[in-house]
């Protein structure tokens, strides 16, 4: 398993647990990496992926529900629902990222940690999503720096 798929996974993992725990976030972070072995990298990148997403988690949860035709939000499963505000966040605030990537990780994840149906509800979702954004779907913005939208 890569690095980053790893680090997309742990912070769906840690988001999980914080729709259910909402804990001061250094707190929550520091003991949930007590219980994990994982590179340097690897956790920085899912720290970014968990700190994005707290930061603009009205704005994801926002997009998600706008695609997700008859979902409320509150009533979908916890796993892909943490699993498309991961990728969601990675397709919008995250140019560096192509959003086939973004969808591609977020399908095998929910697959993993849910199930084949979760995964294609999740691609659904995301694929929706990603037809309506201005940029290309199969790469990164040239140029672009994390954390900054647009090119």
């Given amino acids: 398993m890569g690095g980053r798929h790893e ?38 990148f899912a720290e970014e992926l968990i700190c994005g997403v707290e930061k603009f988690r009205k704005e994801l949860d926002g997009q998600i529900a706008k695609y997700a035709e008859h979902w409320d939000i509150k ?15 990675e397709m919008i605030h995250r140019p560096d990222i ?18 084949a149906e979760s995964g294609r509800f999740v691609n659904g979702i ?17 140029g672009a720096k994390p954390g900054h939208a647009g090119g």
């Fill in 75 to 89: 009533r979908m499963g916890a796993v892909d629902r943490n699993v498309m505000r991961v990728a969601m966040y």
């Fill in 7 to 44: 680090a997309r996974e742990c912070a769906v993992q840690f988001l999980f647990q914080r729709d259910f725990n909402p804990d001061e976030l250094d707190v929550a972070l520091a003991d949930f990496w007590q219980e994990r072995k994982m590179g340097q990298k690897a956790r920085e």
């Fill in 98 to 115: 192509p959003p086939v990537v973004s969808i591609n990780e977020a399908v095998e994840i929910a697959k993993d940690l849910s199930g």
């Fill in 126 to 142: 995301l694929d929706k999503a990603s037809k309506e954004m201005d940029r290309p779907s199969r790469a990164a913005v040239m």
